[in-house]
């Protein structure tokens, strides 16, 4: 099968398990999981309490562990979180897998879900290899041109030098920024998280580890997602008593 061929999609099973009649358990589990991480409990021993309660298959159980976090968690988030005219004439630092799969995801119609944080996120991972699918190259576009709107002086692709197919991917990156005149450095690292923790600038990415130790964030999956995919398949599973960061909702302009 051809990376034309292939799509990022849903997971055999997610229709049935992400349908709407239960959507409303999962957000009752992802509120009880906090509410342990709020008071000190361990997130395996959390996770499983939930689990068991609810009675979640595994890929429940792993969106209820992706899209939580404690109180103090979501706030600082929300407080280093920029707003698109930030970004203007600005730097920005992209966790590349992080924000390609997701995007691959919206738009092959796979689930993406908005957290108690506020972020949008997908279930999809490379399992140790990177495989392009079709939509690959309409997603790195749609992330271009987006950069573009945003007026960012210079976009770094910090890319898993581990990845299988990471090279190849670094080369796609830049062939399509060569095309079109945009102005993107790509890096292969064997730690992108490590490297975009110690960075001062802005980075764009929704790995929780990430958002809890830098400075200043952008939300650009969420951005592209609401101005270029508008039919994304998307599930809201935050907490309605918690605010969350309208920022990315504002004109890039």
Known sequence: MTHEERH????PGDTLIFADAEVPKLRT??????WLLNRGYAAPSSLKLVGD???LVERQRLLVMRNGSTENQRLNRQATQRIPIALAGQDLYLDGFNILIT???ALSGGFIFIGND???RDLASVHGTYKRVHETGRAITLIGKALCALRVAR???LIDKP???????QQLLIQIAEQNGWNWDVELHQSPDTELSRTAGIIASSDSAILDSVNHWFHLTRYVIEQSIPDARII????????????DHQAAS
């Open 163 to 169: 990845i299988s197919n990471s090279g190849r991917l």
């Open 118 to 120: 506020g972020c949008y």
């Open 29 to 34: 589990a992802l509120k009880d999981y906090c």
């Open 53 to 55: 309660k609810f009675q």
């Open 8 to 11: 990022r999609g849903t997971h």
């Open 155 to 157: 976009a770094f692709w």
């Open 236 to 247: 809201d599973l935050h907490d309605g008593d918690a605010e969350i960061s309208n920022g």
């Open 103 to 105: 995007l691959e995801s």
